[in-house]
């Protein structure tokens, strides 16, 4: 009996040292830390604290780390928790449960000190800490946190990638200053992940003027809130035209803002306020490129660059500069060549220089003097606005064709017939006078419109109505000349060179083109009929100087052969002069038996002769000199007494050669008379 009895005593106090081991010893494990409450024997807490200091009754602010550790039995309970772990690429964002209120207008509660990144806890209750969210924040680790005194939310860091930024707005600080719209920047708070910097340095409640670059932060997202945005990107061919947002006030009567520097194209929001930086319109571009610029300061609108080709210039207007005004007395102390260069000299032909003042020298408001030649520019259009000016030659056109700007002229002339007229007008604007003629008209298209089609169309109309529509046809060159003198005239004012005017076409009405057709028709079959008239005479001609060609060496052989007769019968004469002495005598016998034959043959011959005048008259009569002197040329050529064939031919001027040869055959036939009338004696 006393050995169980002893045996029960011996299990009680084993299940009373076991009970006691258990409640006195507490093991943590090497990634756990354990809670405490005290539960007797104790001060009360405070009012208002719901985690005990130490020899308080309840939650403990101090917990215990791995290990083996003694507590007093019945006075302490623990509980195991494990570790506060904050992993890579997170941060930890603490809320106290308990510590002092945090003062009124204030959401975060201030950074104390010696905590140990909040595992200690009453240390953190000691120096004073506030309840509520903490600025400051774990970075990635294990902590060994109470979470019955302080709550940990892991959230992901903020990254933000390349092309992007971070706009930053902080839930806690002082006031923005009156009239700004972004609180002006803190110093040391390195990229918001110092709030405890933030809020010492004054940093200011609200949207925020200094953003996010490309990278990774630790920032506490309860304190500031990050709005992640893609950058500015300004693309090849693009101008980026910025306005600030905020800044100085913008100047009356003026459109632009002046120009600030150091602001490193707008990315530095606090050194353009600094300098005195201007809301509105800024006069600074942006060329392309990638910009981290703050949209809740700057609004970047994108515009195509300004391109001046080959051929043409862009004269600028600029809005920005001093008023012409101000330059008035220059300009009248200015001469006449300085104001309006390469101009005539000629008073009468100078443009009124009231007009070309608002043609003002660089840095001046107004139509800039020197333009911009053919490249690339990234321009301001709200500070200068470009007209592009072909320098080449322009040609506008008045016909039919499609695409041209205008319809033939339409114009009634004298008779009242409608022409048409198809004209092409070409100008040119010099470099040096593109500006002068902005300021009188304004763009090539209204010197066209407004100028050259109401200028054109008035020359020609009263060009046409002071003559006929066939008279206007025919002296086309005439009245191409008087529409060129005009126009060229009228586009000096302008300070535009009129290259030329051209007549291309001009179309009557069809009944008198008909008219003139037939007309025309007529002259020139008359004229055929005179030409063939002509031509016939010429063929008469020909063929009778042919025919007297064909002669020549006849009539040269007869006159050849008459002056061999003329040499033989000298010949004759004299021999016979020889001989008539010696047969004289002899003669003179004989003369006698002879005469009386002599007396009988000589009537013979007589009346031959007689009949042959006889003959002669009458043929002379019936046919006339001509026939009788043909008929005896051609008993000539028939015995071959005279040659056909010349053996020489004599031509000349106005018809010589057939004189020579009517002259040569009334020669022959006369001497051949002769001949003949010598041997009938």
Known sequence: MIDNITLIYAAIAVVVLIFLLFNIVVVVGGRSIAMLERRWFGKKMPQGRVIAMKREIGIQARTLGPGLHLLIPFIYKARKVGFTIINENEIGIIESIDGNPVPPGKIFAKVVTDHNSFQDGEAFLKNAGEKGPQIEILPPGNYRINPALFKVHNVPVTIIDKGQIGIVTAMDGEAISPGRLLAITAPGHSNYESGENFLKNHGQKGPQSEILLPGTYRINLDLFHVDIRDASIIPSGKVGLVTALDGEPLPEREYVAKTVTGHNDYQHVSLFIQQGGQRGPQFDVLRPGTYYINPLMFKVELDDVQVVERGQVAVLISNVGEEPKQIKELVEQTSMDQIIPDQSRDTEKRVDVGIERYVVPKGFRGIQQEVAGPGIYYLNRRAFIAYIIDTTNITIDWDETDGTKFDPLKVVSRDGFEISVSVKVIIRVRPDQAPYMVSKIGSIDNLINHVIHPMIDSSFRNQASSTSAMNFMQDRQDEQKKAEERARMELEKYHVECVSVLICQIKL?????????????????????????????????????????????????????????????????????????????????????????????????????????????????????????????????????????????????????????????????????????????
């Open 509 to 681: 009405p069809q009944e008198l083109m008909d008219t003139q057709t037939k007309k025309v028709i007529a002259q020139q079959q008359q004229a055929m009929y005179t030409e063939q008239q002509k031509a016939e005479q010429t063929r008469i001609a020909t063929e009778k100087t042919r025919s007297e060609a064909e002669l020549q060496k006849q009539l040269v052989e007869a006159e050849i052969g008459v002056k061999i007769a003329e040499q033989n019968k000298q010949k004759t004469i004299t021999f016979a002069e020889g001989e008539a002495e010696s047969t004289r005598i002899r003669a003179e016998g004989e003369a006698k038996g002879i005469k009386v034959k002599g007396e009988a043959e000589g009537s013979k011959i007589l009346a031959i002769g007689e009949a042959t005048a006889k003959a002669y008259e009458l043929q002379n009569k019936a046919i006339g000199q001509q026939g009788v002197t043909s008929i005896e040329i051609a008993k000539q050529i028939a015995t071959g007494n005279i040659k056909v064939t010349p053996d020489f031919l004599v031509q000349g001027e106005n018809n010589m050669g057939g004189l020579l040869s009517a002259y040569l055959t009334k020669v022959i036939t006369k001497k051949e008379e002769t001949t003949e009338t010598t041997e009938s004696k």
